[in-house]
């Protein structure tokens, strides 16, 4: 069992800048973020695995970097050019197996650990 706890969320104005951490309590191959707005379903930001490799979804690209330090068990998300319709219940996910099967991710359900979520607010 792996046990994940995301930090840094909060309230910014539309461009700024926030960064979020995961630290788990445990070693996984694959650690994702994803995020859920209102009324939305939860969707893949970006996944990182242990060799550093790592993929995001189209509308963050060029805008967010993942990082993962090993040695200390936490995943990063750097959010940068924040927008409006990045607001959003961000969560960290883990898995022991690879992010990807056969070339496509794999989905959320498949994420046997999750955390609680940090809050990130982006106002216009």
């Known amino acids: 069992q792996v046990q994940l706890q995301e930090s840094g969320g909060g309230s910014v104005q539309s461009g700024g800048s926030l960064k979020l951490s995961c630290a788990a309590s445990?070693?996984?191959?694959?650690m994702a973020w994803f995020r859920q707005a209102p009324g939305k379903e939860r969707e893949v930001v970006a996944d990182?695995?242990?060799?550093?490799?790592?993929t995001y979804t189209d509308s963050v690209k060029g805008r967010f970097t993942i990082s993962r330090d090993n040695g200390k068990n936490t995943l990063y998300l750097e959010m940068n050019s924040l927008k409006s319709e990045d607001t959003a219940m961000y969560y960290c996910?883990?898995?022991?197996?690879?992010?990807?099967?056969?070339?496509?991710?794999?989905?959320?359900?498949?994420?046997?650990?999750w955390g609680q979520g940090t809050q990130v607010t982006v106002s216009s």
């Open positions: 445990g070693d996984t191959r694959c």
């Open positions: 990182m695995r242990m060799d550093g490799s790592s």
């Open positions: 996910a883990a898995r022991y197996g690879p992010c990807f099967y056969r070339g496509s991710r794999l989905p959320a359900r498949t994420f046997p650990f």
